[in-house]
């Protein structure tokens, strides 16, 4: 397949999020884990699902009851710890460039990294958030591959998603792409 016809498969009519976030290509894993990830991946998006949304719908100078203004932070500092001991038993993963749907995504990786094959099923690890530092597995063919710079992108194309899973992930990425253009209009 080709660059234009991969963009299309993956990006075209759907939401869309660029970001530079902590992710690595793994290969593929055996199904019965594959199905275990997917329903971690669910939960994950599901929480934050929730954390986004709740501190969407309350705005910073709002009146909320100060002991439960206090209660939230605590919450995120537990959360903050309890990520940090996960991670530091953990190999951080390098954060690169990423573009993605809920079809799919492009992801720029080393000049120094083993690139895919065309056709490779892997699974793409990427930490969706700050906000809770673990990692969602997908799985995915690499539908092509071309070198920006010396550096190879993959051009990923998700393998079926559970139902609930796909959306939670459309959602996520249109917070991400809601935030992205507040913020250009706050720059201007």
Do not use: C, Y
């Amino acid at each position: 397949m080709n660059i234009e016809a991969a963009r299309e498969a993956l990006f075209g009519d759907a939401i869309a999020s660029e970001d530079a976030r902590p992710l690595s290509l793994l290969p593929a894993l055996p199904e019965g884990r594959q199905r275990a990830a997917l329903a971690r991946g669910e939960a994950l998006m599901r929480a934050l699902a929730l954390v986004d949304e709740a501190r969407a719908d309350e705005p910073e100078d709002s009146g909320a009851d100060p002991a439960l203004r206090r209660l939230e932070a605590k919450v995120d500092l537990l959360v903050g710890l309890v990520g940090a001991l996960i991670q530091r038993d953990q190999p951080a993963d390098p954060v690169r460039r990423l573009h993605w749907s809920s079809r799919g995504a492009s992801v720029v990786l080393d000049a120094d990294d083993d690139a895919p094959i065309v056709g490779d099923a892997v699974v793409l690890r990427l930490q969706p958030s700050d906000t809770l530092p673990e990692a969602l597995q997908l799985p995915a063919h690499v539908l092509a591959i071309e070198t920006i710079e010396g550096a190879p992108r993959a051009w990923l194309r998700f393998d079926p998603l559970p139902p609930n899973l796909e959306a939670l992930l459309e959602r996520h990425l249109f917070r991400l792409h809601r935030r992205a253009v507040a913020e250009r209009r706050r720059q201007r």
